[in-house]
């Protein structure tokens, strides 16, 4: 007999699950997570949909074969309600396909409010019959509490399955695959590839609701700070047309997928997609210079708002270099230099001061500043002293006649922060990187994540900041962008697209390296290590391909316009 045999003899027949809160609870050695998570389990708590293992995580029919620390993973965190939203977005794909073979269904982009929009080509506008049977069979799935049964597969089988399904997107895709197989997940036999960890039956997904919407509709689903209902949706036409805007220049760009941008990369065409997408940026700013032109009688203030990594700092300069050629020299106020002392800074519930509250700013004071720099009086502006945490005297400013402010924030959008001050003499943008780039019409790619990278990559470098440490307060930045700018995109004049079809192939060569220094154990190597298996889908890109004004550059390095400055009568505004 075996050494190895000897030692499987000596093992006991069961094991032990030990849970952050001391709790112990015993089991049969290879019983999959999911049974002892449903003795965990309660009522009144958010589900439980996949969990933490030693360190990794997994999914709940992931079998416990020795024993083991685990932390649950449920709804109302990051990775559990990743776990939900993708194996609803299946649930939907196998509803549809059961009900509507001969239509191609799209996951097309998310909606802040808890929501993908999704589309039929075949069926613009989606009909209410159409989604009213689409739902019931969902909700039929659901009740039969049906598995998600997961299988893997050699890499050329998947290839030939996906070609006889006619699915040249996710075979364009498997083209550029590291490894020799991929795993797939099947429901009433019908079998496909999504990015990511299932729950294991259809009995978890009980909560969604589907909505027409513009030409599609949008499946809603439970958000993180509700996971137990659904939030009320919002119209966003502004966003909506944003995003159907990009989907255009993919279109043009002939990039509709990643497979697709893989393709020109392999094929020497990166340089085309490169050219074309800044001058669809340039496009852009030149059509808001000329909105604000037009305005130009009345515009006092030019608002910028946006959530973080949106590259906004970069638009700020470019759209003042497009005003210029227009005849408008505007005057860069920074609404930083307003905050209130430290000691007054609004705390959140966990009594950590909160940055993003909007109280954090002396609104009165910038009020005042901006009511008397339009009426041409000279003003000693404010200047935040961020060491010691208080508000210092600045510049004193005079603006010329008729002279535009931009003011640059995230509070830019809410009408609180310039409360009283004429909505017709100020002209409010929306910044935001609203990636369309999919992997595939099934597996979409997630706006934050590129936005995560984007601020990794520039922590990094100007803050001397880990990966780790910029994954740490990530969450934190989220809820704020949750709290405090998602809410008034709306509010918006017009809305600036920042995303690049080649981005995150030029990302990718830089920010690996920094996400594979993460240590293993922590909790943010979880994150890390999602975020090197999703860049493991791109081919890199050569970043001096890139130009020098691009947006990009405010997180790669090498801008030409991070010393822009204009100069006023005596002194320059310094961006």
């Not at 039969?144 to 997107?169: H, M, R, T, V, Y």
């Not at 910028?304 to 227009?326: D, H, M, N, V, W």
């Not at 307060?473 to 405090?484: A, I, L």
Request: proline residues 5%; aromatic residues 10%.
């Amino acid at each position: 007999m075996s050494e190895e045999i000897k030692i499987e003899e000596k093992l006991r027949d069961t094991v032990e699950v030990i849970l952050p809160d001391g709790t112990v609870i015993s089991g049969s050695r290879h019983t999959p997570v999911e049974a002892f998570m449903q003795k965990y389990q309660q009522p009144d708590k958010p589900l439980i949909v996949g969990a933490i293992v030693n360190h990794e995580l997994r999914e709940l029919t992931y079998p416990i074969s020795i024993d083991a620390k685990v932390t649950p993973v449920d709804m109302a965190n990051t990775d559990g309600s990743r776990i939900y939203r993708r194996s609803l977005t299946f649930l939907l794909e196998v509803a549809f396909m059961e009900l509507y073979p001969e239509w191609t269904l799209t996951i097309d982009h998310s909606v802040s409010s808890g929501a993908y929009y999704c589309h039929v080509p075949e069926q613009e506008p989606f009909t209410q019959e159409s989604l009213d049977a689409l739902d019931a069979r969902m909700h039929e799935l659901v009740s039969e509490n049906a598995p998600l049964l997961k299988e893997k597969i050699s890499l050329a089988e998947a290839k030939a399955f996906f070609a006889e399904q006619g699915q040249d997107d996710k075979l364009r895709l498997l083209n550029y695959r590291f490894g020799d197989d991929l795993v797939l997940y099947s429901l009433h036999g019908l079998r496909d590839y999504h990015h990511g960890y299932m729950v294991p039956s259809t009995g978890y997904l009980n909560c969604f609701d589907l909505q027409l919407v513009d030409l599609g509709f949008v499946i809603r689903f439970p958000r993180r700070h509700a996971p137990n209902h659904l939030s009320q949706l919002t119209s966003y036409p502004q966003l909506l047309t944003a995003f159907r805007e990009y989907g255009g220049w993919l279109e043009t760009l002939g990039i509709q997928s990643v497979g697709a941008l893989n393709d020109a990369i392999k094929e020497g065409r990166i340089s085309e997609v490169i050219l074309v997408s800044e001058a669809l940026h340039t496009q852009q700013i030149s059509r808001i210079a000329n909105d604000i032109r037009k305005r130009s009688d009345e515009i006092r203030v030019i608002l910028i708002a946006g959530p973080s990594s949106s590259g906004k700092t970069t638009f700020a300069k470019r759209l003042t270099i497009q005003l210029l050629t227009e005849g408008i020299s505007p005057f860069a106020l920074e609404m930083d230099n307003y905050f209130v002392n430290r000691e007054d800074t609004p705390v959140n519930e966990d009594g950590e001061y909160d940055f993003e509250h909007i109280n954090a700013v002396n609104r009165a004071l910038l009020n005042d500043h901006v009511s008397r720099l339009i009426a041409g009086e000279r003003v000693q502006l404010r200047h935040y002293n961020f060491k010691k945490g208080v508000s210092e005297p600045g510049d004193e400013v005079q603006l010329a006649p008729d002279q535009m402010i931009i003011l640059e924030g995230i509070h830019g959008l809410n009408p609180l922060l310039l409360e009283g001050f004429p909505t017709e003499n100020t002209f409010r943008i929306y910044v935001s990187c609203l990636t369309q780039l999919n992997l595939d019409r099934h597996n979409r790619i997630s706006t934050t994540d590129t936005r995560h990278l984007r601020r990794i990559l520039r922590d990094a470098r100007d803050r001397g900041y880990t990966a780790q440490q910029t994954i740490s307060h990530w969450e934190m930045v989220r809820q704020g962008e949750k709290d405090h700018i998602f809410p008034y995109q709306e509010n918006a004049d017009i809305m600036f697209n920042s995303a690049l079809a080649y981005e995150l192939s030029a990302l990718k060569p830089l920010v690996e390296p920094l996400l594979r220094q993460v240590p293993f154990g922590t909790h943010e190597y979880i994150e890390a290590k999602r975020l090197l298996k999703f860049l493991q889908w791109f081919l890199p890109i050569d970043q001096n391909l890139i130009p020098d004004n691009s947006i990009l550059r405010e997180f790669i390095g090498g801008s030409i316009l991070t010393s822009f400055k204009i100069w006023q009568h005596d002194s320059p505004t310094d961006y």
